[in-house]
């Protein structure tokens, strides 16, 4: 059975301190996507990035990267220099199969709050 | 361009009052997704469309819950005789069509937040 776990309920962090949230998944497919979403207080579920099974390559986008490693079923999320702005809901999510517009699995997320 | 909207943004009802919500995914996505958070928690699957095709309803908790996507664009999810443990808000999601396989990344509304006293 799939399963996403975000162990982190809360953190806090100073404005300007890197801080990562951990993301470890289970799944029984080989092919299978995982996702980072923020959910600011507004409620909107924000997009941020969506990997592959086969793509085991770091990303980063400004501020933000994404450690994905297959051999400990994790995806984390470092945010770098963190700002109030960053202050939010993160969910991590998986999607199985081969293609197709499959459903999400989220994990429970993690509440970051960035002190000013 | 325009993302999803949902609506209404807040809904109250009574209990037993009949409720219907509004997804207008965006144009053009093939998919629609529907999903229910609780208050703490992270959003769960409730039923998906490609076009107006229900091709997965696994996710609604009842017979109570019922979707349509009638025209393969608007999409409304209807529950009745609401209870409160159908408080929560229920977020639609969109995915478009790419390279004639259907893309996994799905763009989120705003959200109902429905409130059952």
């Known amino acids: 059975a799939q399963k996403v776990t975000q162990a982190q309920t809360e953190i806090s962090v100073v404005e300007k301190e890197d801080v990562t949230l951990d993301c470890v998944y289970e799944t029984r497919d080989t092919t299978y996507y995982l996702f980072w979403y923020k959910q600011p207080p507004s409620g909107e579920l924000v997009f941020l990035i969506r990997?592959?099974?086969?793509?085991?390559q770091n990303e980063i986008s400004g501020r933000y990267s994404w450690n994905f490693q297959k051999s400990t079923s994790s995806f984390n999320f470092t945010i770098t220099a963190s700002q109030v702005v960053d202050s939010a809901v993160y969910f991590c999510a998986l999607s199985e199969g081969s293609g197709g517009a499959n459903n999400l699995f989220f994990g429970t997320g993690t509440r970051l709050t960035v002190i000013p | 361009g325009a993302g999803v909207s949902q609506s209404p943004r807040y809904k109250v009802a009574k209990r037993g009052q009949d409720v219907a919500l509004r997804c207008d995914p965006i144009?053009?996505?093939?998919?629609l997704f529907w999903y229910q958070q609780a208050l703490g928690q992270g959003p769960e699957f409730l039923t998906y469309f490609q076009n107006e095709a229900q091709l997965d309803k696994s996710g609604l908790p009842s017979d109570r819950f019922f979707a349509e996507r009638p025209e393969g664009s608007v999409s409304t999810l209807k529950i009745q005789r609401t209870q409160q443990e159908d408080s929560a808000v229920y977020l639609c999601?969109?995915?478009?069509?790419?390279?004639?396989?259907?893309?996994?990344?799905?763009?989120f509304g705003p959200g109902t937040r429905l409130t059952v006293l």
């Open positions: 999601a969109s995915s478009p069509w790419t390279s004639g396989r259907a893309s996994d990344t799905q763009y």
């Open positions: 990997r592959n099974s086969f793509d085991e």
């Open positions: 144009s053009g996505h093939v998919s």
